[in-house]
Every structure is written in structure tokens, then in C-alpha cells.
């Protein structure tokens, strides 16, 4: 006895992934540690306001220019970054370490974003 098997439907008729809400997105811009500490405190504000969900993603958005541009100004990356990685990963319970996109246009020091599905 044979069986065979119904074809599977292409993707394009298959119906979309439903869609979750729409990024949680905060730009920040000044001092180094500055920015890097209101990162981590908006970061616990949105966990406490997105509460329980299926799945969470962090990322930061660091802009090159303006970072170079506060290291010209005398801030320093170390060890503030070193610390703020430490505690995200520590502290708040996430997945994953959260995605560091370095962007080559001028803009914010950086962007936090957060996407989340309930």
C-alpha cells in the first residue's frame, strides 16, 4: 500500500504570519554612559508596560559619526558599555543578548528597539 502526499501550497498562497504590535522604538543622544543608562532604564519601563509575551527581541542602534564624535568630546565606551551589556543580560530575563547594528549615517547616539509578540 502506497500513499501519497497532498502538495504542499506555495508560500504565496499560504496566509501571512499574523502580525504583532508594531516596534517599541526610543532614540537617545548626549553623553555615552548617559545614554546608556536611560537605555537600560527604558528598557525595564517596557518590560513592565509589554508584561508577559511569547517572545521578545532587543536591539541598539549605535550611530558611528555621533559616537565618534562623543569620543572626540572626551566620553569614553569602557567601561559603560561593558556594564550595560552585563546588566541586559543579567538583569532582565531576555532571551538573547540584544543585536548591536552599527549604522553609518549621522542620527541619535542610539536607538533602542524592542519587538515583541504576545
Known amino acids: 500500500m502506497s500513499r501519497t502526499r497532498a502538495p504542499m501550497p506555495s508560500r504565496a498562497g499560504r496566509g501571512a504570519a499574523p502580525k504583532g504590535p508594531p516596534p517599541l522604538v526610543w532614540t537617545f543622544d548626549g553623553p555615552f554612559a548617559t545614554c546608556l543608562a536611560d537605555m537600560e532604564d527604558t528598557l525595564r519601563r517596557a518590560i513592565v508596560q509589554v508584561g508577559d509575551v511569547a517572545k521578545i527581541a532587543v536591539m541598539v542602534e549605535l550611530s558611528l559619526p555621533a559616537l565618534r564624535s562623543r569620543v572626540g568630546a572626551g ?24 543585536r548591536v547594528r552599527h549604522r553609518k549615517a549621522p542620527g541619535p547616539l542610539a536607538t533602542l528597539l524592542i519587538a515583541y509578540r504576545s
Open 75 to 98: 566620553d569614553s565606551i569602557q567601561p559603560a558599555w561593558g556594564r550595560f551589556l552585563d546588566a541586559l543580560a543579567s538583569r532582565y530575563g531576555l532571551p538573547a543578548a540584544p
